[in-house]
């Protein structure tokens, strides 16, 4: 399984469209998504403080667009990701029925985050 982070309201237009499409797809032609240990790091490191937020598990078996395995966007893992890994990239809109589930991500008093993904 891959994940991706998204708002509640980014996961609203998503169903009523019949598609997910994060902005980074129209800004760098891909969406990012995580491996289950690096969403937390991901998370800590571009959504702090936020909450509200969902994270879209996804089949990659059953996605229509193509998926790479590349570096991180900006040249540097968040802390946390070892140096050198590789992150899952969507070339394309997300089909709804590769979304397996969608989870919490949930945040405690201090603005840490937490969520139930296997690795």
């Known amino acids: 399984m891959i994940y991706h982070i998204t708002s509640r309201q980014a996961w609203r237009e998503a169903q009523q469209r019949g598609d997910y499409r994060a902005e980074s797809l129209e800004a760098e032609g891909f969406i990012h998504c995580s491996t289950g240990a690096q ?12 909450r509200g937020l969902f994270v879209l598990m ?10 790479k395995w590349e570096p991180p966007a900006e040249g540097t893992p968040p802390p946390g990701v070892p140096e ?5 990239h969507i070339y394309g809109p997300i089909n709804l029925d590769a979304i397996v589930k969608v989870l919490d991500l949930e945040t405690d008093s201090d603005g840490k985050h937490s969520v139930p993904v296997p690795d």
Not at 41 to 50: D, F, L, N, R
Not at 58 to 67: A, K
Not at 84 to 88: I, Q, V, Y
């Open 39 to 50: 969403v937390l790091p991901v998370a800590e490191k571009y959504y702090a403080g936020q």
């Open 58 to 67: 996804i089949d990659p078996e059953r996605l229509t667009s193509e998926l």
């Open 84 to 88: 050198g890994e590789l992150f899952p």
